[in-house]
């Protein structure tokens, strides 16, 4: 079963407007990841943020963690249509196993 | 770095063959992991390795599945005999730590059962 959520389901936007993304889950975590997945590829890891850490950067990403409701965030700034592609949050308890979330599906308007 | 490699990138066949699916990871990665994707159900872990050993293969939908790991860089997922369900993208990743688990996929392989 999928342990995360994301919301929206689907989201268009045009090129540089912020996108945020939403993901909750259902039970404690050690790790909550984030993954890029263009079409017909693979998925691609985008960034890590611990329980004990609130909020990460790293470039153009912002990714906050609220662990009292079991939920994350990813903001994408100034979006490029490079930027179109799936987006999964993905969690650990503490050992190798991820479970990923269903997915949001980010659309970029030239 | 190759990446991680998968073989084939695309397979048709008919209902009842048998399917092996081939996955090399990223050279030093201790831990392999095989996946499988679908509009219904999304990304589901089907088994995962961590030095070769099977650590967790809850995730097999049914006996039809089996997995392999004969060494460090090669593992194998066998369907037999293979039904129109079965129809999904397989993904393989691995990892070299547990304790940062980013994982690293390989282009899958989209699998077809008539």
């Known amino acids: 079963s999928q342990q995360g959520e994301e919301d929206p389901q689907a989201l268009s936007i045009q090129e540089g407007e912020n996108a945020t993304m939403n993901c909750s889950y259902k039970?404690?975590?050690?790790?909550l990841q984030w993954y890029r997945q263009n079409s017909g590829r693979g998925l691609v890891h985008l960034i890590l943020?611990?329980?004990?850490?609130r909020e990460k950067h790293s470039g153009r990403l912002r990714v906050t963690l609220d662990t009292s409701k079991k939920s994350s965030s990813l903001l994408i700034t100034a979006s490029r249509a490079a930027d179109t592609a799936s987006y999964f949050c993905?969690?650990?308890?503490?050992?190798?196993?991820?479970?990923f979330g269903t997915g949001t599906r980010l659309t970029i308007i030239p | 770095d190759a990446g991680v490699i998968q073989s084939p990138r695309h397979e048709v066949t008919e209902m009842g063959q048998e399917v092996t699916l081939r996955c090399k990871p990223i050279s030093g990665h201790n831990s392999l992991f095989w996946y499988r994707q679908t509009m219904m159900r999304g990304l589901e872990l089907l088994i995962y390795f961590n030095n070769n050993v099977p650590i967790d293969d809850s995730g097999m939908p049914e006996d039809r599945f089996s997995a392999k790991m004969p060494n460090a860089s090669f593992s194998t997922l066998k369907i037999q005999p293979s039904e129109p369900r079965d129809s999904a993208v397989y993904f393989c990743?691995?990892?070299?730590?547990?304790?940062?688990?980013?994982?690293?996929f390989g282009p899958g392989t989209r699998l077809t059962v008539l």
């Open positions: 039970t404690s975590i050690n790790n």
């Open positions: 993905a969690t650990d308890q503490g050992n190798e196993k991820l479970t």
């Open positions: 990743a691995s990892t070299s730590s547990p304790l940062y688990n980013e994982q690293f």
């Open positions: 943020i611990r329980s004990n850490e």
